[in-house]
Every structure is written in structure tokens, then in C-alpha cells.
């Protein structure tokens, strides 16, 4: 498979559930990134995580990175309808300069 | 909060036309980048540009495409002769850090959908 692929494809809650979305990639990593698309719109960064960084958060949004099984996961709580969206992660190589790598992305349906 | 705008937002060309997207990144960031994304499909590295020259292009990026920074503020993808597989969302970004640091977090513009008919 390909750098940075996400799964579910797509996934549907309810309002107040929880959502985790999975990202797995190939390659050694620098940083592994998480944004947000709305329907046709711009790439909203989310949070960025280093790869000697096992958990970040940011107010509902709780990402883990796990380097040694080449995987990462970005968990929503509480989700509200405002966050559907499709959720994609990117990474960057530690060598080179730093294009990202693009996964396939998460489909959310948040319900209310 | 300081941010990517990109211009036009809609860009409908005929085919074999010339279309110049443009971006402003944030100021005081020094790494931009073009990425294109065709319709359901995943977001594409296309180029990097640093310090007034491109520090990495992808296999898209082909002879059609170039990249400029015609001034302090704007940057700017040209596509010289445009083709139906062109249509796509095209996304400006940019970042403070490169390979020099540990962090490359890059925020992206709204994006400029082209449409070649």
C-alpha cells in the first residue's frame, strides 16, 4: 500500500460519540501531520506530530504515534456535526526537504 | 491568525491556455509548495520552492509547469499550455522550518479549483 493510507474509508457517528481514524505509512518519518477538509474546500492543519512524540492534544482532538508499528491515530471525542469532514494524514521523510505525503483520507459523518 | 490566501478561487481555461494561479504565503515563512488534488482523489506533492529556486519537484511536475516568486509576497504556479487532466484543486502552502529543523508544519491555502475544458 501506499505512504499514509487511512482507514476506516469512511466512517458515520452520532453526535457525542467518539471517532478514531487510523493512519499507517511505509517509510521512516519525520513528522506525521493530521488536517480536516470540508466538501471542496482548503486543507485545515489540525496538529503536528514529531516522530520522538508518542500522544499530543489539542482541545478534542487526541493523536497517538506509535513509530515502531508505523502508525498513527487521531481520535475526536465528543464529536459534533461541525466535524464532518474528510480527514487525511500527511507525512514528511527525515531525509530531503519536506514535501508531504498525502494518505487517502477518512470520510467522517457526524449526525446530529 | 496570519494565513495562505490563493487567487482566483475558480479558473475556467480552454485547453491549451495558459493559467497562472497565485498564492501569498504567511510572511515570515520561507518553504512554499504546490500540491494538486483531482477530483476524489488523494492530495499530490507537485514542487518546493526555497530561497528563490525549487528544492524538489515530483514526476508531475513536468516542463508544462513553473513556479515563480515575482516579488516579496506572491507566488505563483504557471501552467503554459493546459490539458483536460489538469482540472483539479491546486493548493498553495507554506512553512517556517525546512530540513534544517525538526518541524515542517504546513498550512495551506484555500485553493484554486481550474477547470479546463
Known amino acids: 500500500s501506499q505512504q499514509g493510507e487511512e482507514d476506516p474509508q469512511a466512517l458515520s457517528i452520532q453526535e457525542g460519540e467518539n471517532a478514531t481514524m487510523n493512519c499507517s505509512y511505509k517509510?521512516?518519518?519525520?513528522?506525521l501531520q493530521w488536517y480536516r477538509q470540508n466538501s471542496g474546500r482548503g486543507l485545515v492543519h489540525l496538529i503536528l506530530?514529531?516522530?520522538?512524540?508518542r500522544e499530543k492534544h489539542s482541545g478534542r482532538l487526541r493523536v497517538t504515534l506509535d513509530t515502531s508499528k508505523k502508525s498513527s491515530s487521531l481520535l475526536i471525542t465528543a464529536s459534533r456535526a461541525a466535524d464532518t469532514a474528510s480527514y487525511f494524514c500527511?507525512?514528511?521523510?527525515?531525509?530531503?526537504?519536506?514535501?508531504?505525503?498525502f494518505g487517502t483520507g477518512t470520510r467522517l459523518l457526524v449526525s446530529p | 491568525e496570519p494565513e495562505v490566501t490563493q487567487t482566483p478561487s475558480h479558473q475556467v481555461t480552454q485547453m491549451g491556455q495558459e493559467v497562472i494561479l497565485r498564492c501569498v504565503p504567511i510572511s515570515n515563512h520561507l518553504y512554499f509548495y504546490w500540491y494538486r488534488q483531482i477530483l476524489g482523489q488523494k492530495v499530490e506533492f507537485l514542487v518546493s520552492f526555497y530561497n528563490n529556486e525549487i528544492s524538489e519537484k515530483s514526476e508531475i511536475f513536468d516542463d508544462q509547469f513553473s513556479v515563480e516568486r515575482p516579488d516579496g509576497s506572491n507566488f505563483t504556479l504557471k501552467i503554459r499550455s493546459t490539458k483536460l487532466e489538469d482540472s483539479a484543486m491546486y493548493f498553495c502552502?507554506?512553512?517556517?522550518?525546512?530540513?534544517?529543523?525538526?518541524?515542517?508544519?504546513?498550512?495551506f491555502g484555500p485553493g484554486t479549483r481550474l477547470t479546463v475544458l
Open positions: 500527511a507525512t514528511d521523510r527525515n531525509t530531503g526537504f519536506q514535501k508531504l505525503v
Open positions: 502552502a507554506s512553512s517556517e522550518a525546512g530540513v534544517s529543523l525538526s518541524y515542517n508544519e504546513q498550512f
Open positions: 506530530i514529531r516522530s520522538n512524540e
Open positions: 517509510t521512516s518519518i519525520n513528522n
